[in-house]
């Protein structure tokens, strides 16, 4: 019973893993945030280089990984040099900032407890113990993909509402309603670019979950065959 709940344990942490490191991939890679420009017309729509906004995303990356102390950067805009943020982008980024700390430090937590129960496994014998890991993995992913899967189907059938539940849900406040005629942020990311980063997020997550499950079956297998070879 013990090595079930150590398993069941490590699986929920390691899943936790995957999902915030699908999440940390894209958001913080300049080159999706490039190629998500283009495809949006952000540098027509804002009036911008292709210089000044990618010294203003590495800021906003660098701001949401609290790197940078504030938002404060200034971008020629239509032929106006001017800071690029007003202080409701600046105050609305600031809960950003805080939801993902709050992410950093929950899969720090996932990292350490996953180690943990990892090598709890070898206070038993080391095959039984990670067998059961594995068994744990696969039926626990089985269940959590499968009701993603739905879940996903879902929200991208109606992102925008699901989008506006989320804001209402992690912020406590109407600050992340920006306005794309006043407030720049919006028009460098606007819901084509959110709707592309949730599939490539879940697009991340699914892959390195099958290939763990993968991996899992793999050695469930090999350790099976083993032992009746030895039978």
Known sequence: MTKWIFAIINTICLIIIILFTAIELPTFNYAFYNYEYNKNSAFEIVG???????????KLMDY???????LEVYANINGVNR???????????????????????IRNIAVVVFFI????????????????YAKSFI??????????GGLVLVILSNFDKYFTIFHEI?????????????????????????????????????LAAIVMMI????YLKSVNNKQEVRE
Request: net charge negative; hydrophobic share 55%.
């Open 170 to 206: 992690f912020f406590d406040n109407d600050m992340w309603i920006l306005d794309p005629a006043t407030d720049l942020l919006i028009n460098i990311v606007p819901l084509p670019f959110f709707i592309d980063i949730f599939k490539v997020v879940i697009s991340l997550f699914f």
């Open 117 to 132: 129960t990892f090598l709890c496994a070898f206070v038993y014998k080391k095959r039984p113990a990670l067998r059961e």
């Open 48 to 58: 911008i280089s292709s210089y000044d906004l990618e010294k203003v995303t590495i």
């Open 139 to 148: 039926s626990i992913i089985l269940i959590f993909v499968t009701a993603c």
């Open 83 to 105: 800071e690029f943020f007003n202080n409701l982008e600046k105050s609305h980024m600031v809960d950003v900032k805080n939801l993902f700390q709050i992410g950093y430090a």
């Open 64 to 70: 949401m990984k609290d790197d940078a102390e504030d």
């Open 215 to 218: 991996i899992s079956i793999v």
